[in-house]
T-cell receptor, first 115, second 114 residues
Framework: GNSVTQMEGPVTLSEEAFLTINCTYT??????LFWYVQYPGEGLQLLLK?????DKGSNKGFEATYRKETTSFHLEKGSVQVSDSAVYFC??????????????FGQGTILTVHP | NAGVMQNPRHLVRRRGQEARLRCSPM?????VYWYRQLPEEGLKFMVY????????ESGMPKERFSAEFPKEGPSILRIQQVVRGDSAAYFC????????????FGPGTRLTVT
């Protein structure tokens, strides 16, 4: 079946540090890949997505590239801010058939950024 | 344009009671997904509904859990005879269609069973 594995957290960084959160997936075919962010007390917000191999999703300084050869979708940001402190979820979605668009999530990575 | 609404935000139930969680999708959305987030885990799919129909309930526990999305009103996730293991955050997401359409998440209902 489909699965998503994220790097273990929590991750603690100083402001302006470089961020990488690793994400690998297992799925047949060509799933779409997503990063969601969850701020304290809130629901998940879509951060970025990629729908085919070699696509790069980007938003708010975050980037992730869909690498089919390594089945990965690592999240990166060149300079984090305190306001980036949140939980980050990697997810995949199979389209068509009996998948019905449901999302499969990784376990989440807690990011804390200190001033 | 209001987003996805969930209520209550926090719910406390004693073992054996019933829990009812409500989800009002975004305006114009007729597709609802429910996910459960157990402590220290990611979100797990539970059920996918369209108006008046359950399309995929492959993630729902076989007993005590049910869901509906009536023609009028919110989607309801119902848990009968709750146990401590049901304590979790329950999120719903709505979309305008299945497949490629983005899912918009509500703030979640945090259920605590004492």
């Amino acid at each position: 079946g489909n699965s998503v594995t994220q790097m273990e957290g929590p991750v603690t960084l100083s402001e302006e540090a470089f961020l990488t959160i690793n994400c690998t997936y297992t799925a047949t075919g060509y799933p779409s890949l997503f990063w969601y962010v969850q701020y304290p007390g809130e629901g998940l917000q879509l951060l970025l997505k990629a729908t085919k191999a070699d696509d790069k999703g980007s938003n708010k300084g975050f980037e992730a590239t869909y690498r089919k050869e390594t089945t990965s979708f690592h999240l990166e940001k060149g300079s984090v801010q305190v306001s980036d402190s949140a939980v980050y979820f990697c997810a995949l979605r199979k389209s068509g058939g009996t998948s019905y668009g449901k999302l499969t999530f990784g376990q989440g990575t807690i990011l804390t950024v200190h001033p | 344009n209001a987003g996805v609404m969930q209520n209550p935000r926090h719910l406390v139930r004693r073992r054996g009671q019933e829990a009812r969680l409500r989800c009002s999708p975004m305006k114009g959305h007729s597709h609802v997904y429910w996910y459960r987030q157990l402590p220290e885990e990611g979100l797990k799919f539970m059920v996918y509904l369209q108006k008046e129909n359950i399309i995929d309930e492959s993630g729902m526990p076989k007993e005590r859990f049910s869901a509906e999305f009536p023609k009028e009103g919110p989607s309801i996730l119902r848990i009968q005879q709750v146990v401590r293991g049901d304590s979790a955050a329950y999120f719903c997401a709505s979309s305008s269609g299945q497949g490629r359409d983005e899912q918009y998440f509500g703030p979640g209902t945090r259920l605590t069973v004492t």
